[in-house]
Each structure stands twice: as C-alpha cells, then as structure tokens.
C-alpha cells in the first residue's frame, strides 16, 4: 500500500506517521509513505534515517498544483492547515481542498482519501474559522472512490498556550475561553488522532457510505476546571483560573493572533459555547460514528510541561 501525506508537517501528519511506521508490516502489502512539506528543512529528525523504501519526503506545495504529483498511490491523508499569514481564510481553504481533488482526479491511482476535519464542520455557518473545513469537507466528499471524514474534537495540546502562566513562580494562573467553567466539552490529543487516523488508512473494510464521517473524542468530556485540575497535579502547586468572559473574547485573541484571525476565532470559540451553534447541534448527528481515544488530559498536560522543560 502507497500512502501519501499532505501535507506531512502539521503534529497531527507527523503523529499518523508515527502510528503507520509501528503498525504491523504485512510481508503481503507492505506499507510505503511520503510526505509532503512545502519546507524540507521541516522533517523531523526521527523521520530523517528512514530508508525510502518506508518513508519519502518530497517538497510540495498545495496552492501549486504541478507540485501535487498522486500518481501510484492508493490512499492520501489531507489535512487542511490554518491560513495565519492574513489571507482569506474561505479563499484558501476552496484552492488548497480544490488542488487535491483536481490531483486525485488526475492520478487514476488513489481510491481512498481520509480527510482531517473539525467537529462542527457540517454546519454551513456560525462557526468562525471552523468554515475552513466545511468548505474542505463539501469539495473533498466524493474526490475518491471511499472518503472518510474525521472531525476531531478540542485538541488537549491547546493548552500549551498556558504553559508561560502556568509555570509563573509568582501567582501562576490559567486563562481559559471555555466557560462556564464547569462547562465540559469534548477534547482529544493528537496522539489518538494520529492511531486513529492510521486505523483509516490502513483499514480492509469498505465503508458503506460516502462520505463515512466519524466523529473523534477523548476517553471523556473536560471542563476549565479539569484543565486547571491537571496542570495543578503535573506541577505540584495551585494556580488560579482566570475566565475569559465572552465579550472579552476579541481582546484576548488580538492579543497573539493576525488581525484577520481574531474575528473566525470568536466566531468559532462562540459556537462551541452553551448557546452556540456546535452546542445545539449535539445529539442530531444521525450519520455520525463516534470513536474515542485512550489518552487523558493529564497525560497530555505531563508531556506539554516535560517538553517545555526540555528545550
């Protein structure tokens, strides 16, 4: 089997990477990945030593289609990166996703394409910078013969935002746009993303419907409080938690992001909420399989602290 990864360089392609290589080889069909980086200076180092036979990375680009060569492989791995350079992020998402459905089109080779999506991505509105992978997932639903979408709940590595704060000697403290505070919400790391997305790839069951969504979480829910709960053990100290209420929401975002960022962030953190669009839709996805992961919150936060403590 021949996968291709596109592109290689975002932590969810590097951690399906890293579960396909220590999937069981089958001497029957042996597994053969590439992976595409706009940057080569970009693989990590762990990939580096790979002989080509396993693991060849190529350069490319999604907004250059001479670049996206799909040619003898069987399956691809998309996922849609964020747009943070102050492009339009609609814009971006409908030539990036275009580019690799006119690609596989071309190929005559790929009949299966597993899509990283967003929970919320099957709302048409509402969702802020969630739009992106509505759009990619409405261009990229029938592009192969099999397409299985995977929208992934709140990435627990989000928090590494916090690690500054957190890790403060005086006063540390975690601010937190989830709220009510005991609001629970859906969170999975990518370390399930990568295993499950693996699982996809490598799978010898047809799906029965096109598109076949599956919906990824956790082992559970996690509110702000479980948050600061797990930061407080990994570090052995209190810290405060500091909402960030919904009309301070703008002023939080243009604090670190583009400018053109701060309005879909809003929007997006805003559908997620009680009262939002996301909140409301649970429980009327009639055509969604949920699977979960196994890895908690504070096994992510452990590895968040460790590595920080390692640069």
Not at 62 to 88: E, I, K, R, S
Not at 187 to 208: F, H, N, P, Q, Y
Not at 220 to 226: G, K, N, P, T
Not at 238 to 259: C, D
């Amino acid at each position: 089997m021949r996968i291709l990864i596109v592109p290689a360089s975002p932590k969810t392609s590097r951690a399906t990477i890293q579960a396909l290589l220590r999937s069981p080889n089958n001497p029957n069909t042996p597994i053969q990945i590439r992976g595409l980086y706009r940057n080569l200076d970009r693989i990590p180092a762990e990939f580096q030593d790979k002989d080509d036979s396993i693991f060849e990375p190529y350069r490319g680009d999604l907004t250059v289609p001479a670049t996206l060569n799909f040619h003898g492989f069987d399956t691809v791995f998309f996922v849609l990166p964020p747009c943070f350079d102050g492009g339009q992020l609609t814009e971006w998402a409908t030539t990036a996703s275009t580019n690799i459905r006119l690609a596989i089109q071309r190929s005559g080779t790929v009949k299966r394409l597993v899509l990283l999506s967003s929970m919320g991505a099957e709302l048409e509105g509402g969702t802020g910078e969630i739009m992106t992978n509505h759009i990619s997932e409405e261009i990229l639903r029938d592009a192969a013969c099999e397409v299985v979408i995977i929208r992934c709940a709140y990435f627990m590595e989000n928090w590494a935002t916090s690690l500054p704060t957190v890790r403060q000697k005086e006063t540390p403290y975690l601010e937190t746009v989830i709220t009510p505070v005991d609001f629970a919400v859906p969170m999975v790391a990518v370390e399930d993303i990568g295993v499950k997305s693996a699982e996809c790839i490598l799978s010898t069951e047809r799906k029965e419907s096109k598109p076949y969504v599956i919906e990824l979480h956790g082992p559970r829910e996690y509110a702000s409080v479980d948050v600061r709960r797990a930061f407080e053990k990994v570090l052995g100290r209190a810290v405060e938690l500091r909402p960030v209420e919904k009309e301070n929401l703008t002023e939080y975002f243009a604090g670190f992001l583009p400018e053109a960022a701060v309005g879909p962030f809003v929007e997006m953190t805003l559908s997620f909420l009680p009262g939002g669009v996301m909140h409301n839709d649970l429980g009327k996805k009639e055509e969604v399989r949920l699977m979960r992961g196994r890895v908690e919150l504070e096994e992510v936060v452990a590895g968040l602290v460790k590595g920080e403590e390692g640069e």
